[in-house]
Nanobody, 123 residues
Framework: QVQMVESGGGLVQAGDSLRLSCAASGRSLSRYTMGWFRQAPGKEREFVAAINWIGDSTYYADSVKGRFTISRDNAKNTEYLQMNSLKPEDTAVYYC????????????????WGQGTQVTVSS
């Protein structure tokens, strides 16, 4: 059974940075696409970023392109999301996930999910 645990969320001010981590256990996810999604109150869960299994190809939602960077360390079974120039509209619960497909934009493409970590950006 795969477990994915996010960490690194918190309360920051607009313009600040945060780095989210997602550690997986129970199975190596080195052959999976890894992704990040977020869900704001009253809204549907939306795609944020994805990285292929090798780590040499990434895909971002337009809303975070140029500000967020996804990365992974297969040796540690961990993925990261570096978030810079945060905006109040980035406030959401952030979820990590793993998919057997690429680029894995839809939530339905993901097989495994973490429980989420709250990111709150104040203006």
């Amino acid at each position: 059974q795969v477990q994915m645990v996010e960490s690194g969320g918190g309360l920051v001010q607009a313009g600040d940075s945060l780095r989210l981590s997602c550690a997986a256990s129970g199975r190596s996810l080195s052959r999976y696409t890894m992704g990040w999604f977020r869900q704001a109150p009253g809204k549907e869960r939306e795609f944020v970023a994805a990285i292929n299994w090798i780590g040499d190809s990434t895909y971002y939602a337009d809303s975070v392109k140029g500000r967020f960077t996804i990365s992974r360390d297969n040796a540690k079974n961990t993925e990261y999301l570096q978030m810079n120039s945060l905006k109040p509209e980035d406030t959401a619960v952030y979820y990590c996930a793993a998919s057997a497909s690429w680029p894995g934009i839809a939530t339905e493409a993901y097989n495994f999910w973490g429980q989420g970590t709250q990111v709150t950006v104040s203006s």
